[in-house]
């Protein structure tokens, strides 16, 4: 009998022992620093092993690599113990958040451990209609490079990682061009977990204010249909209500550098290279959550967890609302509709904020010699703002039935692969009348952005030709779910398409040339037979006395006219299907 009853009471101590220690190894290093520091990228994924091995609510996986070597992984909470995406996505939303794209901002990285681990537990009742998914850290290059300067207006923690990845990239510009094996991977990711809201976790720069939770929503407008009034008449108030309940108030994001926002300020516009303008046009609700760089670290990892569970809630909520309006965006666009590509604000509209802000002065400085910025925080304030957060199209383009991509163009190919775009290859040589560009002018900046000399103000000149495709070529249909994707990396003109992010550009080379001696002699000849050339020839000289005093000009204007002239030279090599 007593050899029994030791037994029982070892095997009591031995489980006690057990969950004692189990508890100790899902208390995150945030708590145990009593929030001084953040944890590193190996204990956080064996955090979410330790968690997904605990509760069968958690589900641990790993996708294809990054620039560091490893993998990304992705984490998933779903109650029911389901982690078929296809299955979810009929009865429940999808909530995919994003964190450690900027390592040194590693508030979410704390706040969604211990989000999970109170979900999964019970601290925290989980929702009904929602789905959690999380890639732990985004960044991992840039999460091992630890340091404790880099973020030199920053408040905590101790040590962080290092905005650039292995390559020195910043991520979160690679969204649509993707440079870094890490955007390839999150690209699966994002079409295998289809969410219907997205958050990217950040800190800010820029303007001392009172807050700790900033929120930057998708521009609405350029979001547009029944999910941008959504967000903007619903998700966005319900939100900012929420956390003023829990006594963590909330304003956009402030969108100042070296000036004050009581002048009021604009938002900021998320175009598809960010994160949220890459998810838009897939038509999730993106929002990045900046919290304050100059608040305690601790507050500032409170504050995450706290909007990120107010969020979960209201799309909780809400869920058969999201998914009936889903539905309805994902049908609104189609060939023949117009689509707006380029944007910019609209200084005729305008909100009204309430801000609680701090009081500053223009001082002189001590180390230039300069005026000098100087917020005074024992003079806090509130007031009304104008906040500029309204968008125009500043051009727009007919959606086509397709477009006809050249098989060799593989680099763009693989990245619509990715994307999971649908095509058609040609099964034979195919003769088609189609809409062609020429690139009639752009810009290029003398800074090199991302690793590329990026172009702006494209323009270009449309013609209808009749083109031959050859067997292997690429039909691309516009109505399908990536449309959007396939209109802003398509179209030159929009302002992150593959032919501004430089995929194209050896189209902007000429090839062949001419020998002046020899083309002097054939320009004879091709006046005689071409009188109009020639009148256009003498009009351009009259005209235009820089151009009459430069002999090479004058040849090569010559032979751009001519037969002799290459056609590949600014021919942009993605065509128009516009009729069926």
Not at 86 to 91: D, F, L, P, R
Not at 198 to 226: C, E, M, R, W
Not at 483 to 490: H, P
Request: glycine residues 4%.
């Amino acid at each position: 009998m007593k050899k029994l009853l030791f037994i029982l009471v070892f095997a009591i101590l031995a489980c006690q022992n057990n969950t004692s220690s189990e508890s100790e190894k899902l208390t995150t290093k945030f708590e145990a620093s009593n929030g001084l520091e953040t944890a590193t990228y190996h204990e956080v994924i064996a955090f979410y092993k330790t968690l997904s091995e605990s509760y069968p609510s958690i589900q641990l996986d790993s996708f294809g690599t990054t620039d560091s070597g490893h993998p990304l992984h992705l984490v998933v909470l779903n109650p029911d113990n389901n982690f078929d995406f296809e299955n979810i996505a009929s009865n429940k939303r999808i909530i995919l958040i994003n964190n450690g794209i900027h390592p040194g901002e590693p508030d979410g990285i704390d706040a969604t451990m211990m989000l999970f681990r109170d979900l999964a537990d019970g601290s925290v009742s989980p929702p009904k209609n929602v789905v959690l998914a999380t890639i732990p850290i985004y960044n991992i290059g840039g999460s091992l490079n630890r340091n404790s300067t880099s973020r030199t207006n920053q408040n905590g923690p101790l040590e962080y990682g290092f905005r650039g990845n292995a390559r020195n990239f910043d991520l979160n510009r690679d969204f649509i061009k993707c440079d870094t094996k890490n955007a390839k991977t999150f690209s699966e990711i994002f079409h295998q977990v289809k969410p219907d809201v997205f958050i990217d976790n950040h800190v800010s720069n820029g303007a001392d204010y009172q807050y700790v939770l900033t929120h930057l929503f998708t521009q609405h407008n350029k979001l547009g249909g029944p999910l941008s009034t959504y967000l903007q008449e619903q998700l966005m108030p319900k939100l900012e209500q929420s956390l003023e309940d829990k006594s963590w108030p909330i304003t956009p994001y402030v969108n100042v550098f070296n000036s004050t926002p009581e002048q009021g300020f604009s938002q900021f516009f998320d175009s598809p290279r960010y994160s949220t303008g890459y998810t838009t046009l897939f038509n999730t609700l993106g929002m990045m959550v900046e919290t304050h760089m100059l608040k305690p670290y601790k507050q500032r990892v409170e504050g995450t967890y706290e909007l990120m569970k107010s969020i979960m809630e209201i799309v909780d909520f809400d869920a058969d609302l999201i998914k009936t309006l889903k539905k309805e965006q994902n049908s609104m666009l189609k060939a023949g509709d117009i689509y707006p590509l380029n944007w910019e604000l609209d200084t005729e509209k305008s909100s009204t904020i309430n801000f609680k802000g701090f009081e500053a002065d223009t001082l002189t400085s001590t180390v230039t010699g300069k005026p000098r910025l100087k917020y005074d925080r024992n003079k806090p304030f509130e007031k009304e703002l104008t906040y500029q957060n309204f968008f125009k199209p500043k051009d727009s383009v007919l959606i086509p039935h397709a477009y006809l991509i050249p098989q060799g163009w593989h680099n763009v190919l693989e990245l619509l692969k990715l994307n999971q775009v649908e095509y058609f290859r040609f099964e034979s040589d195919t003769t088609l009348k189609v809409a062609s560009y020429r690139i009639k002018d752009y810009k290029t900046r003398n800074s090199p952005y991302e690793g590329h000399y990026l172009h702006y103000n494209t323009s270009i000149e449309t013609s209808i030709q009749s083109v031959k495709f050859r067997e292997g070529d690429y039909y691309v249909p516009t109505q399908q779910s990536a449309i959007r994707y396939l209109l802003e990396t398509l179209e030159p003109q929009a302002v992150d398409s593959f032919f501004n992010w430089n995929f194209f550009d050896t189209i902007l080379q000429q090839k062949e040339g001419f020998s002046p001696y020899v083309w002097e002699d054939k320009i004879l000849e091709l006046l005689v037979q071409n009188p109009r050339l020639q009148i256009a020839f003498n009009m351009k000289k009259s005209l235009e006395p820089e151009f009459a005093n430069n002999w090479y000009a004058q040849l090569d204007w010559i032979h751009k006219q001519s037969e002799f002239y290459e056609s590949a030279h600014l021919q942009y090599p993605v065509y128009r299907l516009l009729k069926q």
